[in-house]
């Protein structure tokens, strides 16, 4: 018997993507909405984990971005952020959506929680969906 278990978080973040055009080049912000997909294929009955140890793990992934500036580290205004002693997020990616889901996707993995998807919004209208390919 198989048991998908949901957990859904949110986080507010400014990024921009220099590489995605003259408006996502800009400094911006987001709530985003990220669905965290859990799959359980051993279960048999009663529990399978309590939401509160999933909070606990996916949480700490999620609080790693909530009211930070994410700058790709090659960002030239990740330099003059550093001489201000401004704090803000340098992240080894662009910032796209679709690599955000896949970077917190693995972040999860780490954690040992069986992830098997996860949906980021980045707007009420755009949804990135990242999925294992195991």
């Not at 669905?35 to 606990?56: M, R, Y």
Request: charged share 30%.
């Amino acid at each position: 018997k198989n048991m998908k278990i949901v957990k859904k978080y949110h986080f507010y973040a400014a990024h921009r993507n220099k590489s995605a055009g003259e408006k996502c080049g800009r400094l911006h912000g987001h709530t985003y909405h990220v669905k965290v997909h859990l799959d359980f294929p051993k279960w048999k009955k009663n529990i399978t984990i309590l939401f509160q140890e999933i909070d606990e793990k996916c949480e700490r992934v999620i609080k790693f971005y909530d009211h930070y500036l994410l700058l790709y580290i090659n960002d030239p205004i990740a330099k003059a952020l550093n001489d201000l002693n401004e704090p803000f997020h340098s992240v080894l990616f662009e910032t796209s959506a679709e690599n955000l889901a896949k970077n917190i996707f693995e972040e999860i993995k780490q954690t040992g929680l069986p992830i098997s998807r996860i949906e980021l919004a980045e707007t009420e209208s755009s949804n990135i969906i990242y999925e294992s390919t195991n």
